[in-house]
């Protein structure tokens, strides 16, 4: 093939190694591609399962966007084909998995490390942005680590183009949806703004800010009313940055670029060059 058209991979030009988990809808492989010896993570799904949940459609959208995104810390999707019966994604290997997974075992991060993370974060909502895409999924669930360390934004499976609005049920928690779109009203990419802002409190406290283990509601009212109490553990400054991301009016939410400039980002991260 000319450099510009994908190769044709076929799943015997891969030996696959250890399960890397299931998901919902797939289960992940590490995998060397024979030839090159090249690593990568495979992801199976099953075209029939794919068709009872009707989701052959969000699944084209996230290989779509997915395979043209190159930023260090977005996951790269390299390619993809298909079989009778399956279809295969192949990603970029982060060895050191889920973000979920390092949090819930650590409790919660040093403002040191939170810090390196939402500043890496930042830089890809920045690129992502950039592009016109929102990612609308962003939780520790879908974050992954790479061998050296390197935050990697993956699952694109609910990500658009912007402004959009919903057509699909939300499903799984609330936890990380802003009031506009609990309220199921339109939104643009300040929803990853808000999310961002949950994410750094939850890095930071161990739980979301809006978690309500009564359900759903309590927790949908929690979110619409901004009912916020950020514990007097965190500093100032991490306070402060969370209490400007989590704002109910999308157009009030500090942006990507002045978080990189706020004092608690400036506090741990040197500027790269
Ligand atoms: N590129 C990768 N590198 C390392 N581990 C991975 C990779 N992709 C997936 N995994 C592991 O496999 C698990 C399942 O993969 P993934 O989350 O993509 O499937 P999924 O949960 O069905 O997707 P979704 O979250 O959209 O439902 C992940 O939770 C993660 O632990
Ligand atoms: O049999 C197919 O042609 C097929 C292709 C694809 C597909 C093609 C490109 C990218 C992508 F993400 C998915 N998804 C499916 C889902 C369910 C059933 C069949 C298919
Ligand atoms: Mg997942």
Redesign the pocket.
């Known amino acids: 093939e000319t450099s510009s058209q994908q190769k044709a991979w076929k799943i015997t030009d891969f030996d696959l190694g250890k399960p890397l988990g299931k998901g919902k809808f797939g289960s992940a492989y590490l995998a060397r591609e024979i030839v090159s010896g090249f690593i990568c993570a495979i992801k199976v799904?099953n075209?029939?399962e794919?068709?009872e949940n009707k989701i052959?459609k969000q699944?084209?959208r996230?290989?779509?966007i997915q395979s043209h995104l190159r930023h260090p810390n977005i996951l790269r999707l390299y390619g993809?084909f298909?079989d009778e019966k399956k279809?295969y994604?192949i990603l970029e290997f982060a060895a050191q998995g889920e973000m979920y997974k390092i949090l819930q075992a650590k409790g919660c991060f040093q403002e040191s490390e939170a810090a390196s993370y939402i500043a890496q974060m930042t830089n890809a909502l920045i690129y992502l942005h950039g592009k016109h895409v929102i990612h609308r999924d962003i939780k520790p669930e879908n974050l992954l680590l790479s061998a050296d360390g390197r935050l990697k934004i993956a699952d694109f499976g609910w990500s658009v183009h912007a402004p959009t609005s919903r057509r699909k049920t939300l499903c799984g928690t609330l936890d990380y949806l802003p009031p506009e779109m609990v309220e199921g009203k339109d939104h643009n990419n300040a929803v990853d703004l808000w999310s961002l802002g949950v994410l750094t409190f939850e890095f930071l406290v161990g739980s979301p800010p809006f978690e309500d283990f009564s359900g759903h509601d309590a927790t949908y009212r929690r979110i619409a009313s901004v009912d916020l109490k950020i514990p007097d553990t965190i500093s100032p400054e991490a306070a402060d940055l969370i209490a400007r991301l989590l704002k109910y009016s999308p157009s009030k939410r500090i942006p990507l670029v002045e978080v990189l400039n706020h004092p608690w980002i400036r506090k741990h991260v040197p500027d790269p060059y």
């Open positions: 799904l075209k029939s794919l068709r052959e699944l084209r996230e290989v779509e993809y298909h279809i994604l």
